[in-house]
């Protein structure tokens, strides 16, 4: 019986956004531009914080761990989809289908852990300013991104062998640009109760608690700048939330707004037109977002930028 069913999973098809040959090119042009900005744009803001001591702050610690995760989230699912358009080939084998799997829920869950840490560093950094530096000292930053990084993967892992255990019929056509758990469980002959309650459970447990800590401590943080009597005080104040508030609103709202129309239309192809709001156009604008908002890595961007413009030409002789 298993020896019949291996030729039946061996691989499945990626249908994408679009059949017609037209516009594939078109897609391809776009999604490849975007990857290179969020990759390239990421890697400056890791280069700046890494190169530049005066970025060794803990709130910058993070930033470079999630510019870090975004580079790995689009890699996990663009390039494979890339290749299928150049190639013209929409299959993808049942192991690399698995594998891009895991690694999507992983930062994906890992992009929530931090956005969930920042947001703690942030009510720490304007509720209680005095005792900042004590504690959200070196070794507990390094602590919550650990931390972050094993409670991922586990659940990672337990929802991918979760999907190890199912059947699949003849029907492995997913109606999307890459290997989402909902869609693959979908396409099971066997019982999908567990795998159900098990993706429902870690959402709704790991949403939850992200969530209701970003809330908790925005509500803290609101709280303390209405005590603040100057205008001027509570515009710097709020000016250091500005940034990661904007990036909290964009991941939340794009991700939940994806699932909820999804499920309100019922429409697999639109869901994975919506999707690309939350996998490729958060990750892509992160940087924008931060280097618009915080002048010490705008400066260390500028300095990184001048340094590789007046090297290149002395590479090259021409100095």
């Not at 209701?212 to 000016?239: E, N």
């Amino acid at each position: 019986m298993e020896s019949r069913n291996k030729p039946r999973i061996s691989e499945f098809l990626l249908l994408g956004f679009s059949e017609e040959q037209g516009i594939k090119p078109l897609i391809f042009g776009l999604f490849l531009s975007m990857y290179l900005v969020t990759v390239f744009g990421n890697l400056l803001i890791i280069l700046a914080v890494s190169s530049d001591p005066h970025l060794h702050t803990p709130m910058n610690f993070f930033l470079f761990n999630l510019s870090f995760v975004d580079i790995c989230f689009t890699s996990t699912t663009i390039p494979k989809m890339l290749w299928n358009i150049q190639s013209q080939n929409k299959a993808i084998t049942y192991e690399g289908c698995i594998i891009q799997m895991y690694f999507f829920i992983l930062f994906v869950c890992l992009d929530d852990f931090l956005l969930t840490v920042m947001a703690y560093d942030r009510f720490v950094a304007i509720c209680h300013p005095l005792h900042y530096t004590v504690i959200m000292n070196s070794r507990l930053c390094g602590l919550l991104v650990l931390v972050s990084w094993v409670i991922s993967a586990l659940n990672s892992l337990l929802q991918s062998i979760m999907v190890l255990r199912l059947s699949f019929c003849t029907d492995l056509e997913i109606p999307h640009f890459f290997c989402e758990i909902n869609q693959m469980v979908q396409l099971a002959c066997s019982d999908t109760f567990f795998n159900d309650m098990l993706f429902y459970f870690a959402a709704g447990v790991f949403g939850f608690l992200t969530l209701t800590g970003i809330l908790y401590s925005y509500s803290k943080i609101v709280s303390s700048i209405r005590v603040i009597s100057s205008a001027q005080g509570k515009y710097k104040a709020f000016s250091t939330c500005a940034s990661h508030l904007s990036m909290v609103c964009l991941f939340y709202c794009t991700s939940l707004g994806v699932y909820l129309s999804s499920a309100a239309t019922h429409s697999l192809h639109s869901s994975a037109t919506a999707s690309v709001m939350y996998t490729v156009v958060t990750p892509m604008l992160n940087p924008f977002i931060y280097s618009l908002r915080n002048k010490d890595i705008k400066r260390a961007l500028e300095r990184i930028i001048e340094m590789a413009t007046t090297k290149g030409p002395t590479v090259l002789g021409l100095k």
